[in-house]
């Protein structure tokens, strides 16, 4: 039996390695890139952030929000690490639970990948693009730019739209609406927001931990804590990405409050900067050692307070007022990123019509689906490889016929 495997990213491998488990099946993987893994090597600043400890929890959306707790049950993170270990990758995981590889480089993660695909049973093609697939009696006619290939049962893998510059594709999608599937809306997750806010170019590249609220009219629409970067449009970095996935997706005033101290209450830092009338500082070095240079300016201007007058003179209400811009630091809203520079996709191929417990088609026998492609994303955080290498591996065993699997 051959299986065809549409896709080299992170669950079109963890297919590949899974389904050639079987001695008797020969693996077809299809890339149309030059090379596997392509997308999977810039992941997480090229640290390759490929799991999460606390993935089994939940932190995945869709239509279908139950569809992805049996693969994750089946192929839960601590197995998955297993898993990698026999392949010959050391990890580490942090604190948050975030899990990376002990080498700290995506590299580690593709070559262990790589040098399992490297079996007598498993057969790679890069440079390969499958333009269409048609279903027969005998199974699955993949026309590609470099011929015709066919395949007893087939497992599409190819990702999703997110990220073009590193592989990002609509291809997927329209080969599973080819066979009968449908979409649904695709959008952008995991993504920078932009702001109509002209003082954010003053603060490029700065980061800072801290505590962020988004609100739609003055609703409380998502909130997260942890490390938000200021870019030349928006915000991004790990706070931004967690709760973007909805955010200026309806029409509304869009907010959001940072607070830039979570750590301190307002009293504290009220008492701290009221200190700080003695030092001889001007106004723009009130907050220098507690913030960023840059940012303790931006918010010392927000005040309506000149960077050079002198700190001895400000009065108790203005401390006060210092004090709550960083404790509630507002920036408006826009709209996200496009899809080029998200990292997932949220949306994708009706999960309805799979069966969960095998990843198998309801519409077409023989035909499976795993990964991105799907109407499942995840949580920032290695959840999103958590569900490919979980998917992948589950869509691999079963087309495979890969015994307890």
């Known amino acids: 039996?051959?299986?065809?495997?549409?896709?080299?990213?992170?669950?079109?491998?963890?297919?590949?390695?899974?389904?050639?488990?079987?001695?008797?099946?020969?693996?077809?993987?299809?890339?149309?890139?030059?090379?596997?893994?392509?997308?999977?090597?810039?992941?997480?600043?090229?640290?390759?952030?490929?799991?999460?400890?606390?993935?089994?929890?939940?932190?995945?959306?869709?239509?279908?929000?139950?569809?992805?707790?049996?693969?994750?049950?089946?192929?839960?993170?601590?197995?998955?690490?297993?898993?990698?270990?026999k392949l010959g990758l050391l990890t580490v995981a942090e604190a948050s639970g975030r899990v990376y590889p002990y080498s700290d480089q995506a590299n580690s993660v593709v070559d262990v990948l790589r040098f399992a695909l490297e079996k007598p049973n498993i057969r790679v093609m890069t440079g390969v693009e499958v333009r269409r697939v048609k279903k027969s009696s005998e199974g699955f006619l993949l026309e590609?730019?470099?011929?015709?290939?066919?395949?007893?049962?087939?497992?599409?893998?190819?990702?999703?739209?997110?990220?073009?510059?590193?592989?990002?594709?609509?291809?997927?999608?329209?080969?599973?609406?080819?066979?009968?599937?449908?979409?649904?809306?695709?959008?952008?997750?995991?993504?920078?927001?932009?702001?109509?806010?002209?003082?954010?170019?003053?603060?490029?590249?700065?980061?800072?931990?801290?505590?962020?609220?988004i609100y739609r009219d003055d609703v409380l629409f998502a909130r997260s804590q942890?490390?938000?970067?200021?870019?030349?449009?928006?915000?991004?970095?790990?706070?931004?990405?967690?709760?973007?996935?909805?955010?200026?997706?309806?029409?509304?005033?869009?907010?959001?409050?940072?607070?830039?101290?979570?750590?301190?209450?307002?009293?504290?830092?009220?008492?701290?900067?009221?200190?700080?009338?003695?030092?001889?500082?001007?106004n723009g070095e009130i907050l220098t050692g507690i913030l960023h240079n840059r940012l303790g300016r931006v918010i010392v201007q927000s005040c309506g307070l000149t960077l050079t007058g002198a700190a001895s003179e400000l009065k108790d209400n203005e401390i006060r007022e210092v004090a709550q811009a960083v404790k509630g630091f507002r920036v408006s809203l826009t709209e996200p990123l496009g899809m080029d520079s998200a990292q997932v996709t949220a949306g994708g191929i009706c999960t309805e019509e799979f069966d969960p417990m095998t990843m198998e088609s309801r519409l077409v026998p023989g035909l499976y689906a795993c990964g991105e492609v799907l109407d499942v994303d995840g949580d920032c955080g290695g959840y999103n490889l958590q569900w490919a290498w979980s998917s992948g591996r589950l869509a691999g065993n079963h087309a495979g016929g890969v015994r307890n699997a």
Request: net charge positive.
């Open 144 to 213: 590609t730019d470099q011929g015709q290939l066919r395949c007893e049962r087939l497992i599409v893998a190819c990702g999703g739209l997110a990220g073009s510059k590193l592989g990002g594709t609509m291809s997927g999608y329209q080969i599973l609406r080819g066979l009968g599937h449908h979409c649904t809306k695709l959008r952008p997750a995991l993504v920078q927001i932009k702001t109509d806010w002209p003082g954010i170019t003053g603060l490029k590249g700065v980061r800072a931990n801290c505590h962020a609220a």
């Open 1 to 85: 039996m051959v299986v065809g495997i549409i896709g080299g990213g992170a669950s079109g491998m963890a297919a590949a390695i899974s389904a050639a488990h079987n001695p008797d099946t020969q693996v077809l993987l299809l890339e149309r890139q030059a090379r596997v893994g392509r997308k999977l090597q810039a992941t997480g600043n090229g640290r390759c952030n490929l799991s999460n400890l606390h993935a089994s929890q939940g932190g995945y959306h869709g239509e279908e929000t139950g569809f992805s707790d049996y693969a994750i049950s089946q192929y839960p993170p601590e197995e998955t690490l297993a898993w990698f270990q």
């Open 226 to 282: 942890g490390e938000i970067q200021f870019t030349e449009q928006g915000l991004s970095g790990p706070v931004i990405f967690e709760i973007s996935r909805d955010v200026c997706r309806e029409k509304g005033k869009w907010v959001c409050i940072l607070d830039l101290l979570p750590q301190v209450s307002q009293q504290k830092l009220e008492q701290l900067l009221g200190m700080r009338r003695d030092t001889g500082l001007p």
